[in-house]
T-cell receptor, first 108, second 114 residues
């Protein structure tokens, strides 16, 4: 079983919609969870970082960790065309392990 | 700061040729990482260095791959001989520590082996 799994999409939604991106992970001992955003032909950049469980909010972005289900989510409110990118979840297991990435397109 | 600098940005080479990818990390970052990204396998860690010393190379696919960090401001990833299945985007990243919340990626080297 992969350490972290993510639906690669693609996902296409209209501007203004709420977007939900999700990953599952295998080991309940994982404590550090991250979301990276990767624009086309660029390197990934850190978007959100969460320790343990609960929610973390940053502007239109909310990261959520459900340790009982081993499920991590990223919500984007009032989505904008500039949010179109690939979103990668990652866990820290003595090194960063990334999900496959979900390609998101926000249509004007 | 200019960020992590990688070269070349694009490389097309013939099977069997040697490929050398280069990276200049952010000044003051003690950790340097090499990742490979493909559609099939996503983003995978190949190797990382701490203070120029290789710490974990368990992700290096085979002996055709080698990485060096002769000083704090320069690293290379070499593939010899190259094969079509090595076609991927290779990212270099650097960090002040080994955790995931301080890592910065370069823009990648796009390698095509024909």
């Amino acid at each position: 079983q992969k350490e972290v799994e993510q639906d690669p999409g693609p996902l296409s939604v209209p501007e203004g919609a709420i977007v939900s991106l999700n990953c599952t992970y295998s080991n309940s001992a994982f404590q550090y969870f991250m979301w990276y955003r990767q624009y086309s032909r660029k390197g990934p950049e850190l978007l959100m970082y969460t320790y343990s469980s609960g929610n973390k909010e940053d502007g239109r972005f909310t990261a959520q960790v459900d340790k009982s289900s081993k499920y991590i989510s990223l919500f984007i409110r009032d989505s904008q065309p500039s949010d179109s990118a690939t979103y990668l979840c990652a866990i820290w297991d003595q090194k960063l392990v990334f999900g496959q990435g979900t390609r998101l397109t926000i249509n004007p | 700061d200019a960020g992590v600098i990688q070269s070349p940005r694009h490389e097309v080479t013939e099977m069997g040729q040697e490929v050398t990818l280069r990276c200049k990390p952010i000044s003051g970052h003690d950790y340097l990482f090499w990742y490979r990204q493909t559609m099939m396998r996503g983003l995978e860690l190949l190797i990382y260095f701490n203070n120029n010393v290789p710490i974990d190379d368990s992700g290096m696919p085979e002996d055709r791959f080698s990485a060096k960090m002769p000083n704090a401001s320069f690293s290379t990833l070499k593939i010899q001989p190259s094969e079509p299945r090595d076609s991927a985007v290779y990212f270099c990243a650097s960090s002040v520590d080994v955790s995931g919340n301080t890592i910065y990626f370069g823009e990648g080297s796009w390698l095509t082996v024909v």
